[in-house]
């Protein structure tokens, strides 16, 4: 395994407001562990001014721009001299306003982002990318291997997979190496609102169970997830790979659930006894409408969502911890405990 490289003096993040985006600055900014922490530059593009300041609030010398991913003319000024830098793209959209946002932003934006470092001449770019390019398990005992091959699960997966070989085609152009990190579910610190919603869900015996709750996923702790990302980034093995970055293992999708409402009870949050058990065909019958409304260019969260419930999605991590020096230390109680906790502190109700 060898060593990591010295970070660039100029770092810049798309997608900054985004959950992996905050927790991937507070690292930057020292938060945590201060092995991370980096002295030079950061600028981060936000695509709207009301995420500019929750940015801020994470890394306070964060140089702020203000765009759309897919414009060719925010890109050029987000990434003007900045020759050897790092560029972590992690823009995207995973529960869009229309199905058509999943070509335009990322697809449209990963291409846009890889054209504007080729003619800046940045060292390195890191795509985080997403196993829906993969779709979902054949069986519950698989798991996704380092090599596997594309079946993308509906238009989301579609979209990773386009952006996926859009990356994978600009590596080594103009000197630009590309890498390309792969995470499943996250959860952690810097949450967005749905996560809270599963832990209340989770709480109050409401969260949908299929069957046995025998499904596999694969799930990420944000804090490892970005040990995994800077990694990728500085790692000199990782130009021109693709790593799948998760917990050490997956977990069924019962042992999730009841490790949640286990460390919301030590937590000292109130548990109702119940648990919503539903027939795994309710996946099945919601994964059509899914299809069904995707096909018409319409997209409904908890229908998607629902429809990937009876699923296996799991993944193999042992390349990445090989190659890299992966080390995947917070499991599944310990990031929950601090994901709940940071809820908490922020008035977040569960």
């Not at 770092?11 to 980096?38: C, K």
């Not at 765009?67 to 050897?84: K, Q, T």
């Amino acid at each position: 395994m060898s060593p990591l490289m010295i970070p660039a003096e100029t770092t810049i993040l798309t997608g900054a407001g985004g959950w992996f985006g905050r927790a991937y600055l507070a690292a930057l900014a020292g938060s945590g562990d201060p092995e991370h922490a980096r002295q030079g530059a950061v600028r981060v593009l936000v695509p709207t001014a009301s995420e500019a300041a929750s940015v801020l609030d994470v890394h306070p010398k964060a140089e702020i721009y203000i765009g759309d991913v897919a414009d060719p003319g925010i890109l050029e000024d987000l990434m003007r001299s900045a020759e050897g830098a790092n560029v972590v793209h992690a823009a995207a959209v995973i529960h869009p306003a229309a199905v058509a946002d999943f070509e335009r932003v990322n697809v449209g934006g990963t291409r846009a982002v890889l054209a504007a470092a080729v003619i800046a001449g940045v060292r390195r770019v890191v795509h985080i990318s997403a196993g829906s390019a993969f779709g979902v398990n054949p069986r519950r005992d698989e798991t996704f291997r380092h090599d596997e091959p594309y079946r993308p699960y509906l238009g989301y997966g579609q979209s990773a997979m386009r952006a996926e070989l859009s990356v994978k085609a600009a590596h080594g152009k103009g000197g630009v190496e590309t890498t390309i990190v792969r995470p499943p579910w996250f959860y952690g610190e810097w949450q967005p609102v749905r996560q809270a919603t599963f832990f209340t869900l989770c709480r109050t015996g409401r969260f949908p169970v299929m069957g046995k709750g025998g499904m596999r996923r694969s799930m990420v702790y944000i804090g490892n997830l970005v040990q995994g990302v800077i990694r990728a980034e500085l790692h000199p093995d990782a130009a021109g790979n693709a790593y799948w970055v998760a917990d050490e293992r997956p977990y069924t999708l019962r042992e999730i659930v009841e490790t949640v409402r286990q460390v919301m009870r030590d937590e000292g949050y109130p548990l109702s006894h119940r648990t919503l058990r539903v027939p795994e065909v309710v996946g099945s019958v919601a994964e059509r409408a899914d299809r069904l409304l995707q096909a018409r260019g319409r997209y409904h969260q908890e229908i998607h969502v629902l429809g990937e419930m009876n699923k296996t999605i799991a993944c193999d991590v042992s390349r990445t911890i090989a190659e890299l020096g992966y080390r995947p230390d917070v499991d599944l109680a310990e990031g929950m405990r601090r994901s709940i906790r940071w809820c908490r502190s922020r008035g977040m109700a569960l």
